[in-house]
Nanobody
């Protein structure tokens, strides 16, 4: 069983920054592809970005490219989402997810991720 716990959400003004963390249990964390997703009220969950097992490769949604950065520390079993230049439209619940058996690399497909965290709320005020 793999457990994921997000933290770091909160309320921030437009243009501000937040750093989300996702702590992951599991002895083989360093082999997982990790993804970040978000779900705004009344909308479907959408892909934000993903990072490869070693941390050397990343992929981002166009909506966050250049503003968000994903990183990971395999020694701490933790993945991060640094969010800069936040906009009101970034308001959502943010989820991290683990793909234990990556078949499609840094996939944006929700159904490829095996475990999910409970989510953390990010609210960006204008």
């Amino acid at each position: 069983q793999v457990q994921l716990v997000e933290s770091g959400g909160g309320l921030v003004q437009a243009g501000g920054s937040l750093r989300l963390s996702c702590a992951v249990s599991g002895r083989t964390f360093s082999s997982y592809v990790m993804g970040w997703f978000r779900q705004a009220s009344g909308k479907e969950r959408e892909f934000v970005g993903a990072i490869g097992a070693s941390g050397s490769t990343t992929r981002y949604a166009d909506s966050v490219k250049g503003r968000f950065t994903i990183s990971r520390d395999n020694a701490k079993n933790t993945v991060y989402l640094q969010m800069n230049s936040l906009k009101p439209e970034d308001t959502a619940i943010y989820y991290c997810a683990a793909d234990l058996f990556p078949r499609y690399g840094l996939t944006a497909r929700l159904d490829e991720y095996d475990y999910w965290g409970q989510g953390t709320q990010v609210t960006v005020s204008s």
